[in-house]
């Protein structure tokens, strides 16, 4: 077929035209992030559009946006987590894309880790004041004890450095020994021991009574051993009669649906009781019920806050939406959808959100969250100093001084952690050592005196601290309040 140039012109111009439709008027409206977001993909169609329609070695049937796609990764892969993250973020917030290692560091398949079992209090500038010893751990068997004080860790000297600079030292392979030197201040005594670390089973239910009220706090909703440790502790309370319950759920941020409906079956106890719907795309609601062999305590408070989402808002909602529970507390996050866990094949997988979230009576939380019974804040005060003694700038210390200035300064170093023994007013080496540890974290000339340098920096220090504030638990306190009266 012959075809002459005119017309062959007429075919060109027509194309060039059709793809300048296509492309320009979104370029020109590129104002914000979206309208630029919306060229680029009309302008990628258009070019696949192009390749398709007038490419001598392609036809209709590709698809050169997944072929260019595949080339480029294969080139880049390190840029597929984020190319594909950005694909599942378009979607939704909630929606995001793991590697097979992220998703087993994120969704473990138990609560569990490796170690001996301490974690460190947050409250002192030296990271080495052991907050909690988890029970049964190779630390607890060892007799280490909450406010013990870690100073050396396989011989190296630990009392200068962070929280996670000192846990980086402990952590190791499970069936491993780590040397563990402490300081125990209620006995002013230092003590060694070779510890074993080994996997640590962590339940997410903690527990402890109030006097005749039962506290009891989900950290979050894991897999169902979250269900079976809530039945150890409620089935306990049940049989000393307990009256009174707390369930604390701030902070909570969610987890596995199918624990929570085990643990609210336990708690309700009429049956075909609807304790959640759960809507899906096409618009299909299933309502999970009770089947009335639940226990409900006399009374029972339940603890929100902002960062109390998802399936922890289901429980505060369901149990509030009965009258089964006040709540008290701040409003909650707000999050009332579900999602549903795809494995790709290669151990990846797509959180994907696939389902609407409605309480029995209060329907849809999502963006809203739950309005607790009694709003009550967490109160703050400002740290209150005990008396320090007597310290000034105006002159050095050293080994051997014994003076009022010498108690002030071990006073104020045991204050911020770096003195472990009772204060007195001798400069020995007990006080180099925390003075040498003080100069170490801040930087300072490492010598054998309390220079008046070394001194300034911990009376700022010191006044720094005094700004602090410390959290008065309002909340747990109007609880307790409301079950007392």
């Known amino acids: 077929m012959k075809t002459g140039f005119k017309k062959f012109a007429a075919i060109i111009m027509c194309a060039i035209m059709c793809i300048s439709l296509l492309v320009a008027p979104v370029a020109a409206a590129s104002v914000d992030k979206s309208t630029e977001a ?42 597929f987590n984020n190319f594909a993250n950005i694909m599942f973020g378009v979607q939704d917030r909630y ?30 500038t030296a990271g080495n004041h052991i907050a909690e010893i988890i029970e049964g751990s ?66 997410n239910i903690s527990y402890k009574p109030l006097g005749d009220i039962a506290y009891i706090a989900i950290s979050r909703f894991g897999d169902i051993q979250t269900a079976i440790d809530f039945k150890t502790v409620y089935d306990e309370i049940k049989l000393k009669g307990v009256e009174s319950v707390i369930i604390d759920i701030r902070s909570n941020p969610g987890g596995s649906i199918a624990a929570l409906l085990e643990i609210m079956n336990m708690m309700i106890p ?61 409003q909650t996050y707000g999050k009332g959808v579900g999602q549903y866990h795809l494995e790709m094949g290669d151990g990846a997988e797509a959180v994907l959100t696939g389902f609407e979230l409605y309480l029995p009576k209060q329907g849809s939380y999502d963006g809203v969250g739950i309005t607790p019974d009694e709003k009550v804040e967490l109160g703050y005060a400002r740290v209150k100093l005990p008396d320090l003694g007597k310290l000034t700038i105006s002159r050095g210390m050293k080994v051997g001084d014994v003076s009022e200035e010498v108690l002030g300064l071990e006073n104020r170093l045991a204050l911020l952690g770096y003195f472990y ?56 306190e109007r609880a307790i309040e409301l079950l007392s009266e």
């Open 421 to 476: 023994g009772a204060p007195d007013n001798v400069f020995d080496g007990e006080t180099l050592e925390a003075v040498n540890r003080f100069q170490r974290a801040f930087d300072l000339p490492v010598v054998s005196t309390a220079s008046t340098n070394m001194i300034n920096n911990l009376i700022k220090q010191v006044s720094e601290y005094s700004k602090g504030l410390v959290v008065i638990d309002t909340q747990l």
């Open 138 to 203: 190779p630390a607890d068997n060892a007799g280490l004890q909450a406010g013990d004080i870690i100073m050396k860790v396989d011989g190296q000297d630990v009392t200068w450095m962070t929280t996670a600079e000192i846990q980086s030292c402990i952590n190791g392979e499970a069936g491993s020994g780590v040397d563990i030197t402490y300081f125990r201040p209620d006995t002013n005594q230092i003590h060694s021991k070779r510890i074993v670390r080994s996997e640590i089973s962590v339940s």
């Open 270 to 330: 009429e049956a075909d009781v609807e304790m959640v719907s759960i809507k899906d795309r096409s618009g299909e609601n299933t309502s999970y019920i009770t089947d009335g062999t639940g226990w409900l305590p006399e009374k029972l408070v339940m603890l929100v806050d902002g960062a109390s989402a998802s399936a922890s808002e289901i429980f505060a909602g369901t149990m509030q939406d009965y009258g089964y529970a006040t709540v008290i507390g701040t």
């Open 95 to 124: 929606s995001y894309y793991l590697s097979a290692d992220e998703y087993d560091t994120y969704f473990a398949a138990s609560d569990s880790f490796v170690g001996i079992g301490i974690r460190f209090e947050s409250g002192f």
């Open 38 to 79: 919306m060229y680029y993909s009309v302008k990628i169609k258009s070019l696949a559009k192009i390749i398709t329609e007038y490419g001598l070695y392609s036809s209709i049937d590709d698809d050169p946006i997944l072929e260019a796609l595949g080339y480029y990764f294969a080139e880049h892969p390190e840029e």
